[in-house]
């Protein structure tokens, strides 16, 4: 279950943006994909497995910061995320949101090795054991999207619409139409 809210305020050139989620029973899950057949099948379902990579009894995402629409540009002003083995607390800039989606966020995150192994206990096996704590900083630098297609044939064909938002939203929507998400 997800609880939360997205608040959006025009300031001027930019508009304001506040946003969080509290979600009871996260998991993020990634597909499987198929083992190959050993011999010529006929396929009868495309339904395909999912692995859960990463769970978490209760997760809470805040977001606070703004959007001008002129530069294509998102301000971080602060953006959160706590679970029970990970926080991570990060600032920054993302530019070319419409296009590449350009990260350029730094921040610190919190972790306790103990509760990290234990989630990661069905992908790594009981004979990992692993103890720590301790705050961490991090910068995160690049885009999140791939390059547009710069030919003479992918020029005529029109481009699908790609922008952070709208593909994380399409994410989410698939994720959730498909049972991706859990709760």
Do not use: H
């Not at 209760?58 to 706590?82: I, P």
């Not at 083995?85 to 600032?91: G, L, M, P, S």
């Not at 800039?93 to 990260?103: K, L, M, Y």
Request: charged letters at 15%; a negative charge; proline letters at 9%.
């Amino acid at each position: 279950m997800a609880v939360g809210y997205i608040r959006v305020q025009p300031a001027g050139a930019a508009s304001q943006v506040q946003a969080a989620a509290d979600i009871e029973n996260f998991a993020y899950e990634t597909p499987v994909p198929p083992a190959a057949p050993r011999a010529p099948t006929i396929p009868v379902s495309q339904a395909s497995a999912w692995a859960t990579l990463w769970r978490e009894p209760r997760l809470n995402l805040t977001f606070n910061g703004s959007y001008d629409a002129n530069q294509d540009a998102l301000e971080v002003q602060q953006m959160t995320a706590a679970g029970g083995a990970v926080q991570a607390i990060a600032r920054g800039q993302i530019t070319d949101a419409t296009t590449v989606c350009r990260v350029n966020l730094t921040g610190e995150y919190d972790y306790d090795l103990t509760k990290l192994v234990a989630l990661l206990r069905p992908r790594i096996g009981d004979d990992v054991t692993m103890t720590g704590r301790g705050p961490r900083p991090f910068t995160l630098q690049g885009p999140v999207l791939p390059p547009a297609v710069n030919s003479a044939s992918a020029a005529s064909a029109p481009l699908p619409q790609r922008d952070c938002l709208n593909t994380f939203d399409q994410s989410i929507e698939s994720a959730l139409t498909i049972g991706a998400i859990a709760s």
